[in-house]
């Protein structure tokens, strides 16, 4: 069974006095979704895509530093 822990990182965000996660655009979301094996293909290629788009962007002072953590599983349906 998975159990989501929150990461050292979530912890020092939102025990920091000056956590905004509205204005952060913080959030969570888990999406139940049916797809074919064809269909999850095309979809893990399209996240792949656009996290390469981002990954080297560099530091710039408008730049706030994001962690994303993807986890993607078939749910048995039996």
Do not use: C, H
């Not at 020092?12 to 979301?29: I, K």
């Not at 888990?30 to 290629?45: F, G, I, R």
Request: without cysteine; charged residues 20%.
């Amino acid at each position: 069974m998975f159990v989501p822990r929150r990461s050292p990182d979530d912890v020092a965000y939102y025990t920091a006095s000056t956590a905004d996660p509205t204005t952060d655009m913080v959030g969570y979301v888990q999406v139940p979704l049916w797809l074919s094996k064809q269909e999850v293909a095309s979809l893990a290629e399209q996240v792949r895509e656009m996290l390469l788009s981002k990954m080297d962007n560099a530091p710039e002072s408008e730049r706030q530093l994001y962690v994303l953590s993807p986890i993607f599983f078939p749910i048995d349906q039996n």
